[in-house]
């Protein structure tokens, strides 16, 4: 099979151009205060910050004037100045004094992008402003509920969005990449159900192990056989889902008793198309009210996501370095969701480019 395959250009890849109408977390909620945060997100770069009733407010962070970045400004009520020539900004955008001139061009306007803050996080959405759908939004409800213990970790990742919900979909990977930290051997040869309904895009599998430290030491199932169900679903581009659902063999569980269940949304915000700001928040139902086992099980999947991110740094390098010498990538069955995954996104763009 050549690049020129017409089924592999249906494909979406590092080259693809982002989607813009779709919502993307762009901050953890406690990040926006009343002090300027800049971040590049979605090929933009944006300031953030709360106005004076609290709202999160989101604007274009580079200066109509000569592109200096407003986060190195300072904010004037529900306003912000810029820390150079000093134009000051309302909070929609327009620019509202010039020092040393009285009339302001009309058009003299910052973006300001429409923003839902829900739960520990805040939303952006990059389309076009009156396309802002929140029913849209993919929030899952347990994200942040009060009856879901949750801990939040983040790191900054030098690949393409599309690898990353690709290495989420199949979770084959666990038992090669993450063999001390996630991963058991029996993972890689588990049969796998695809559940792919239009967009809905699901993998699970269940295998019997001695569960990884990650979840035997909060349930303190350490050396005990135990069933592991594991599903990972695409949602969104900004939103992956990965659901753990553990049964001890060795002990009966009670009619009445849920078990032991773990949902980790994966917040996947492209700064460009080649990098990603990577967010992740575990939410569990078991060992609850236990800020020793939140930092546990954080520091545990930062080490495991750690192994991720480099993998996907070293692809990324392969393709970067050597893009030239012919070669074609072949897929195996556990590709299925992420190839069904990356037609999705490619789609996607191709009706975006109309
Ligand atoms: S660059 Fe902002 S006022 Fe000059
Ligand atoms: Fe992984």
New binding site residues.
Partial sequence: MSDQDPARAQLADATTPLIRNAWYVVARADEITRAPLGRDVMETSLVLYRGEDGAPVALQNR?C????PLAHGSLEGDGIR?G????LYARDGRCIEIPMQDKIPPHLCLRAYPLVERGPFVWAWFGAADAADEDLLPHPAWLGAPDWDIYIGYLLINASYVHMHENLLDLSHLSFLHPKTFGTPEYARAPVELAIKGTDIQVWRRVECQLPDIYAVPLQWQGCRAERSSGSQFVAPGLHVNTGILRNLERAATADEALPTIRVAQLITPIDRTHLHYWFAGCRNFARGRPDIDDFMRSAQIKAFTEDQFAMEEIARMQRVDGHTPHTEMHIPTDAAGLAMRRHLRALAAREAL
């Fill in positions: 200066c004037h000569r592109s200096f810029c150079y020539h000093g134009l």
